[in-house]
């Protein structure tokens, strides 16, 4: 008896430890993070989580209402100076890709994009050699 307790009390603990370690993304501060670094002139309209929750997500999306005549800017935040991989993809109400942020091979961390016409457009965060799988964004516009 003592030692299937001793056991029980073992896996307990490491389910627990891996519950710890798969919870270590907390894309909340890079949401907060992103929302000073939007440019000049663009004000914060919303904040995004992408949580790739620990690789077993590929693909993190969100919708959002663009409006015609209005410039809308997307960043991104992540673990260091760059964006640890991960790609934010803009596609308008046809799910036709209009903007992205992996640019001949290269991650930039920001994307801006002029509205021509109003309607649902899909932000989308994929990871391209992504590390943590984990970060942050915000969405701004000016008129």
Known sequence: MKKITTIVLFVSLVGLGSTELASQ???????????????SGFNFLKSYKVDGEGGAKDKVEYSYVFTKGTQYMINLCANGATTDGIVVSLFDSGRNKVATSKINGQFISAIAYPCNATGIYYIQYTFDGSTNKCGGSALGFKR
């Open 25 to 39: 993304c907390n894309p909340d501060n890079f949401a907060s993070a992103c929302i000073p670094k939007l440019a």
